[in-house]
């Protein structure tokens, strides 16, 4: 399929860069039970890499340096310099804004995981690499290649034989991580977006160029569907109350709105929309908390980004065009109010209906032929 045909994220460039990836998960199965210690050895001497890694970041260490120390823990530089930067994100992940003043919160790196990015020159991957959709070798100290079979979704298979064809080409990389769950390994392969589009589009549907803001929140994601000349077509809330219950399994509460908003997108494209536009979250740095504890609990909870990656993967695959526009006040603001006592909204179905307006404002900008109307007061 050419790359001119598939879906697209509207969004500026440092963005969109954020969304070139996309993870997949296979269960690895060790040949030996030795290879299976091995494994674990070497898992628990990059997690403590990575908290070295963190003690090198907050000391200011200058990065070749850091990486030369790392090295002399793990059995490959690559192996090091992947450490280092997983601590560098987790301490960039740490920081806080608090009171005009920048904290660094508790950073915890209990789990055992193995990581190394990719490189087009290593064929994919020089340290965990994938031989076939059946087979995974990953480097151990003086050399040697631990060897496991790997289980990938069936649906995955036609992808991952492709991945590892250009791999071998020199054509792309993959990164690669092993991760434990239950004490039994599994492993995760970061690849290109548009490989993983090119093998698990849906068809596409017939679209009315309709355009969907979605606001996300704890409890519910809300819907509104708006034509070209900013009418209302439809609106909908999607709901997931029990998610923000004390004590809601955290896996359960993730499942539970990833359904509701694999339900609100397929809503959408029978009602013929073209478009689904989101806020940007990747601009905001810090988390909003008020005075109410019970609500910043829920706050704390909410994985928001989290759902953004996924919501926008969802809609792509679904072939929606995805726009990403600034969350600024999308929930308090004047316009905000106006909207709301003249379209007769809630809150949050105003805030959608201000984030789809910003998404055919955007639109506006690369199609000419597509006006907002000229009446309306939103910034």
């Known amino acids: ?61 200058p990065q070749k340096q850091a990486y030369k120390e790392l090295a002399k823990i793990l059995p490959s530089s690559i192996y090091g310099e992947t450490a280092y930067k997983y601590a560098k994100l987790l301490v960039e992940g740490a920081r806080e804004q608090v009171n005009n003043e920048v904290i660094v919160n508790r950073i915890s790196t209990k789990r055992k995981w193995i990581a190394s990015r990719g490189g087009v020159t290593w064929r994919g991957n020089l340290n965990i690499k ?26 995955y298979l036609p992808l991952v034989n492709e991945l590892i064809e250009l791999a071998n080409q020199k054509r792309t990389s993959y ?21 993983y589009l090119k093998h698990l589009l849906a068809p596409k549907p017939n679209g009315y160029g309709l355009i969907a803001g979605f606001d996300i929140n704890s ?16 609106l909908r809330t999607f709901w997931y109350s029990e998610a923000i219950s004390h004590g809601f399994p955290r896996n359960k509460a993730k499942w539970i709105r990833l359904n509701a908003l694999a339900k609100a997108l397929k809503w959408c494209r029978r009602i013929g929309v073209d478009y689904v536009v989101f806020e940007n979250l990747t601009k905001i740095k810090t988390r909003r908390f008020t005075s109410i504890p019970n609500a910043n609990r829920k706050i704390a909870k909410f994985p928001k980004k989290q759902l953004l990656k996924n919501s926008i993967i969802k809609a792509l695959k679904l072939r929606f065009t995805v726009i990403l526009v600034n969350p600024r006040g999308t929930s308090s603001s004047i316009a905000h109010k106006q909207i709301m006592r003249e379209k007769g909204l809630d809150k949050h179905a105003t805030s959608a209906y201000i984030i789809a307006y910003r998404g055919l404002k955007t639109l506006k900008e690369q199609e000419p032929s597509i006006t907002p109307s000229t009446t309306s007061t939103i910034n």
Not at 141 to 154: A, C, H, N, Q, S
Request: charged share 25%; with cysteine.
């Open 1 to 61: 399929m050419s790359l001119n045909l598939m879906p697209k994220i509207i969004a500026d460039k440092e963005t969109q860069e954020q969304f070139m990836y996309i993870t997949i998960n296979g269960r690895l199965i060790p040949k030996s039970n030795e290879n299976y210690m091995k494994l674990c050895l070497l898992a628990y001497r990059f997690k403590q890499a990575v908290k070295h890694g963190i003690n090198l970041v907050l000391s200011d260490v």
């Open 175 to 195: 990164g690669a991580s092993i991760s434990f769950k239950n004490g039994k390994p599994y492993i995760h392969v970061e690849l290109p977006l548009w490989l």
């Open 219 to 234: 409890d519910r994601l809300n819907a509104v569907i708006i034509d070209r000349e900013c009418e209302i077509i439809a």
């Open 130 to 155: 994938l031989i076939s959709t059946d087979k995974v070798l990953v480097r151990y100290y003086d050399g040697e290649w631990l060897e496991f079979k790997v289980r990938f979704g069936e649906k």
